[in-house]
């Protein structure tokens, strides 16, 4: 289990060195120049050559790849060029809205996914699974910002309950946090609990389909029984790895939800800092996605784990 | 069925999620005295006097902040902090006598000091002010007395009044100055209160402002980029005026709804289709002339501006009083197109780049002049670009395009054209003496005249083509009065909005 871990570690770091050089080349590559884009066309050479030292632009790209990862080790994250606030701050700030509009809409759609994909299984190739089915393959044809749009129509348009978009902060009080993340994290969790269903249904369809159900059955075991004991447990693996990847999706992929909603999140922070070349927050952002992907990772792997003991060996 | 139960709460838990939401409606929220206003863009920070984007002048311009000068609604420029002003003889000292009593919102006076302190800073070797050309006429400020200031000038300059009524002159004190960025302060009629990054600035209304009181006594500012999102935020009354709607298709129908105002206005965004004349096909002035006959300029507004917006025929905006109709010079002829470009030795036809930055203008507005050049025979390659890279390719470098489409919004700045390794590559040795005589101007009528002259320059030069002005077309909550219609400069001055 020890050397489990410390692998695990220690192929977090080569992985988030090894995005933070892709990022930082990638970014150096690419063409713009963040002093004109922030003074415009109407700027004298002088003073687009004070920002550039002001903003320290002016040093060799190997010594600013250096001073950047220096910071990061020791917790300095930078200075946002276009805000100049400190990117640690303005990455709180939308987390703040990120994770718990990922929280909400990852609930939304286990809450409505998993029985929905049990009820399919249990009902195969009969009405309720079709049902199910049907309705997931619709759900999954719909494009989010699309079925965002129609739930602005009808709940903030229409019927006036909600805001059409917008996040008023959490210092305005949770209720009304909530209620500005509740239509983006439901348009969010729609096609994430139709992937969720159908994976659901096929693995416990799949366990369902195992000698040691059969073994159960002949026991006599009752069918909330067998379920509970036998099919879910070994069903899980699959689904916790959706679960996870889905997470981190979640996290990283929903600017589209966000600009339909205008939320300021981490993605529309990502977005705008790369038109802007905002290099610091890009750089921060992306290697802190990366690394958010992998923690999520290691803790499937764990969960895996617990559920069963077998990977361990293989590991 | 242990499952069905743990979905029947589930279920219950998603119903119950949606009741909470059902407390008030949204639009029944409003409260006298309260605006808020939808902006496109959010601002990078709140220092009009340390960046370009358009978006800081729009929350803070004469409402937080506020110049000696400054411009109004129809562009005309009015007393601001300076109550007015003495031009000597020869034009080259300007005594200006400020407001007393006027308080910067952190309590401290606006003093003669201030304003020194204000051009030095704009005007200083390491100063990050994007239009530091403003300042450059400036040799000295004096500062006799504290309600006195008197600036000497290089040389005459007939638009320095109006020059000081930008944002970017805008006068901040030396204690708060470097913290503009995140925590303003200013003199205006509304102090900054806070800053939701990504959703919001609020402003509140500063009790302790020198002149006439607002009627509001808060203002946000609610950042919404995307155009559909901003026509449902209008529609679910969340927004009270939204000055510059990014979806003119959906004006028609907040039309015809009884609950809003449509307003169309003039800005000055003129839409250019700029040729680089550092190729040698474009220092033909007969495939200039060919490609302006080639294009159809209502079919372009028509098109990709849903029919809002002025022809124009040279680089100056329709509304301004030295303005001269020259969009009758080369009409859309396409045999004439056809028979000068012949003339020029392009008879097999011509593969150009058309290289279109991200707004609506560009991209829709390239697809169909695209069309229209391929009718002579010009096959125009569109390629999309982003901001930073049309910066970094067409506007600067190596100027890698042949053609591009972009709006040009800075107020009177017909002087790019003169401007040294512009990315025009346009030069005229007549427009830059006309140019010079302007700066030496200072009589209106003689100004108006030297600007009309430039402007029949440019257009017989066909140093661009030039499409169409830019309209200002927004949306407000009926019953909203004292909002800007046009946009001389852009700012959204709320400091007269009331509600009827």
């Not at chain 1, 805000?83 to 759609?109: K, M």
């Not at chain 1, 589209?256 to 290099?279: C, K, M, S, T, Y």
């Not at chain 2, 009524?165 to 102090?191: H, L, Y």
Request: charged letters at 20%; proline letters at 5%.
């Amino acid at each position: 289990m020890l050397t489990f871990f410390a692998r695990r570690v220690a192929a977090l770091f080569l992985t988030l060195l090894a995005a933070s050089a892709v990022v930082f080349v990638v970014l150096e590559v690419l063409p713009g120049d963040v002093a004109q884009i922030m003074l415009g066309t109407g700027a004298q050479e002088d003073t687009l050559a004070a920002l550039r030292t002001q903003l320290g632009l002016d040093r060799p790209a190997a010594e600013r790849y250096i001073r950047w990862l220096a910071g990061l080790v020791s917790g300095d994250l930078g200075t946002s060029y276009t805000y100049d606030v400190p990117v640690a701050e303005l990455v709180r700030d939308r987390l703040s809205v990120t994770i718990p509009l990922a929280l909400l809409a990852f609930i939304i759609s286990a809450l409505v996914a998993l029985p929905a994909g049990m009820f399919a299984a249990q009902h195969h190739n009969r009405l309720g699974d079709w049902g199910v089915m049907a309705t997931s393959q619709l759900a999954l044809a719909i494009p989010n910002f699309w079925f965002a749009i129609l739930l602005i129509l009808v709940f903030s348009v229409a019927l006036g309950w909600l805001p059409a978009g917008g996040f008023p902060g959490w210092s305005e009080g949770i209720g009304q946090a909530i209620r500005s993340l509740l239509l983006p994290s439901l348009a969010l969790a729609l096609g994430e609990a139709a992937i969720l269903a159908r994976v659901t249904r096929g693995a416990i369809l799949d366990t369902l389909g195992e000698d040691f159900i059969r073994t159960a059955r002949a026991k006599g075991l009752g069918t909330t029984e067998i379920m509970r004991r036998h099919v879910l447990r070994n069903a899980f693996i699959p689904i916790a790895t959706i679960l996870g990847l889905q997470f981190a999706f979640l996290v990283a992929g929903a600017v589209i939800v966000e600009n339909v909603f205008h939320l300021p999140g981490l993605g529309r922070l990502l977005v705008q800092a790369v038109h802007q070349r905002d290099l610091f927050v890009v750089r921060d952002v992306a290697v802190l996605l990366a690394g958010l992907v992998i923690v999520v990772n290691f803790m499937v792997d764990g969960v895996y784990a617990l559920i069963d003991p077998r990977p361990r060996i293989e590991l | 069925m242990g499952f069905s139960k743990t979905a029947r709460v589930g279920l219950a838990g998603l119903v119950l999620c949606l009741l909470a939401g059902l407390g008030l409606r949204v639009s029944e929220l409003r409260a006298e005295g309260r605006l808020v206003v939808g902006v496109t863009l959010e601002p990078p920070h709140l220092d009009p006097t340390a960046g370009a984007a358009a978006a800081i002048d729009e929350v803070v311009y004469a409402n937080l902040f506020e110049g000696l000068t400054r411009i109004d609604e129809n562009g005309a420029v009015q007393p601001a902090l300076a109550m007015r002003w003495d031009i000597s003889e020869d034009g080259l000292t300007y005594t200006f006598h400020l407001r007393e009593g006027v308080r910067f919102h952190d309590g401290s006076t606006m003093e003669s000091s201030d304003v020194a302190f204000s051009l030095q800073r704009a005007s200083a070797t390491d100063s990050t002010n994007a239009q530091k050309r403003l300042f450059e006429p400036i040799a000295s400020v004096a500062t006799p007395d504290p309600a006195t200031v008197l600036i000497t000038l290089k040389r005459a300059n007939g638009l320095f009044l109006w020059n000081m009524g930008w944002g970017d002159a805008v006068i901040v004190a030396p204690e708060s100055a470097d913290a503009n960025k995140t925590q303003p302060v200013g003199t205006g009629p509304f102090r900054f209160e806070r800053w939701v990054k990504g959703d919001s600035v609020q402003l509140e209304r500063f009790d302790g402002y020198w002149g006439a009181k607002p009627s509001m006594d808060r203002v946000t500012f609610k950042i919404i980029p995307d155009p559909s999102a901003q026509v449902a935020a209008m529609l679910a009354g969340d927004i009270d005026v939204f000055p510059n709607l990014g979806a003119p298709e959906s004006l028609k129908r907040f039309e015809d709804d009884s609950r809003f105002d449509v307003f169309v206005g003039t800005t000055e965004g003129e839409t250019i289709l700029v040729m680089n004349q550092r190729r040698a096909l474009f220092q033909d002035i007969r495939v200039r002339r060919a490609i302006a006959h080639a294009i159809d300029r209502n079919a372009v507004i028509d098109g990709a501006m849903f029919g809002y917006g002025t022809p124009i025929g040279s680089h100056f905006a329709p509304h301004s009083e030295a303005y001269v109709d020259l969009t009758g010079l080369y009409p859309h002829d396409q045999g004439k197109a056809r028979s000068l470009l012949e003339e020029a030795g392009h008879g097999g036809g011509i593969d150009l780049v058309l290289k279109l930055p991200p707004p609506s203008y560009a991209r829709r507005g390239g697809e169909i002049i695209a069309a229209q050049l391929a009718k002579v025979g010009i096959k125009a390659e569109i390629v999309p670009v982003e901001w930073a890279q049309w910066l970094a390719d067409v506007f600067r470098n190596d100027h890698l395009f042949d053609l591009t489409i972009v709006s040009h919004t800075e107020p009177l700045d017909i002087d790019i054209y003169t401007r040294d390794e512009y990315y025009f590559g346009y030069f005229s040795a007549p427009l830059e003496s006309v140019m010079t005589a302007l700066l030496d101007a200072t009589d209106d009528a003689d100004r108006n005249k030297l600007y009309g002259r430039a402007q029949r320059i440019i257009a017989d030069d066909v140093a661009n083509v030039f499409l169409f002005q830019l309209a200002k077309h927004g949306v407000q909550r009926r019953g909203l009065k004292g909002m800007w219609r046009n946009s001389p400069i852009q700012a959204n001055d709320v400091t007269r909005a009331r509600w009827e």
